[in-house]
């Protein structure tokens, strides 16, 4: 593919070349910003302030020993009538301690149940198998996920409830990493930056997805798709559920950037793992609504033109290009940021540029070419 973009290059006038390689940078310096307005928008919506729907809680555990006790201690202690709130843990194959460590919390908290998964079939596979064998157990009218390596605050149930109208059948909140290290901190930063996306498209009203750690969804819109049984498998289930609503249903996506509603979670500690998961996050991608890959064209296109102004001597352009960027996704990050209480992270944010141009130019290359995706020691 460079050969191609470098061979259409050379038969092109300089002047041109570097009229297209400005306009593709400033075009994404524009869309930040529309996209920052979007965020704002996603947050002022209308909410059902004294709403308590009957809530089930679904996490899927696979081989989380280290980090599931806190996942669950988080849990029993969220403030929500005991009446209308059910726990539901799945042990989803687990070879470590993780069946042990969930039996350990039984009798703490009158709704906890665990459930051991079975093998599925189908499109019923990897964490998608796990997540429907919970919700098929459970009673609640509104499904709320994470993941068993996170935890959440004593609100969460109670702050995210309250934007279910009755036209919104999926509810997106942010995940905040935990960042002690450079390493973390610039995950931390990008996933802000792409959790602001998908808040932003929503409040825009162009719908792109939310994350399976901090995702609530109605049940009879869950329903009205048929359950995973039905949905096409996706090693992004949390995608896959989330558009397969917006197509069946009339229900519609609210993403807002609440501080009550944070789920905490952990980075990846090594560059395999961080790897293996940007690999998921990609391929899943390929299955993106044409919107969302308009989205991520414009920001591919704008550090493929910061480096071809580089590569080939457009010193003064690229360096004004590159500061009205990195202060575009500077402003974007911000605002979430300060509404989280969390702008002492934006110390990482040397080292969150360079590693955002890399990931970025390169995901589409990691994505297409995957042979196969691994999630918890188990290929999909």
Known sequence: MFFYIGAR???????????????????????????????????????????????????????????IAECLRSLIRIDYPPEKIEIIVVNDGSTDRTAEIIGSFMGQHPS?????????????????NAVAQGIDVSTGEILMFTDADCYVPPGWVSATVKYF?????????????????????????????????????????????????????????????????????????????????????KYRLRFPADSMTIVRSKACQTWSQLYHQKQ???VGGLDMIISGMLIMTVGWSAKLSLLLMLVTGHFIPFIVLSL?????????????????????????????????????????????????????????
């Open 112 to 128: 906890l149940r665990i459930v051991t998964s079975k093998a599925g079939s189908g499109n019923l596979r990897g964490k998608a």
């Open 324 to 380: 009205g960027t990195i202060s575009a996704e500077l402003c974007f990050l911000w605002r979430p940021l300060k509404r989280f209480h969390a702008l002492e992270i934006l110390k990482h944010f040397p080292a969150f540029t360079g590693y955002f141009f890399v990931y970025v130019l390169l995901m589409p290359f990691i994505a297409y070419f995957s042979k196969k995706v691994v999630w918890k020691e188990r290929n999909l």
């Open 9 to 67: 290059y050379n038969t092109l006038p300089n002047e041109m070349i570097t009229v297209i390689l400005v306009l593709a940078t400033i075009g994404y310096i524009a869309q930040i910003f529309f996209l920052r307005a979007g965020i704002e928008k996603a947050t002022r919506i209308s909410t059902v302030m004294d709403a308590q729907p009957s809530v089930s809680i679904v996490v899927a555990a696979r081989n989380e020993e280290h980090r």
């Open 280 to 282: 998921r996050w990609g």
């Open 165 to 249: 109208t009755d036209e919104t059948g999926v509810v997106g909140g942010f995940t905040l990493l935990d960042a002690d290290r450079t390493f973390e901190g610039m995950q931390a930063l990008d996933w802000i930056f792409l959790f602001g996306l998908s808040s932003a498209a929503a409040g825009w009203n162009v719908p792109l997805t939310a994350i399976g750690n901090n995702l609530s969804v109605r049940r009879s819109a869950y329903n009205a798709t048929g359950g995973y049984q039905k949905i096409p498998f996706s090693v992004t289930e949390d995608y896959a559920l989330v558009q397969s609503i917006l197509r069946n249903t």
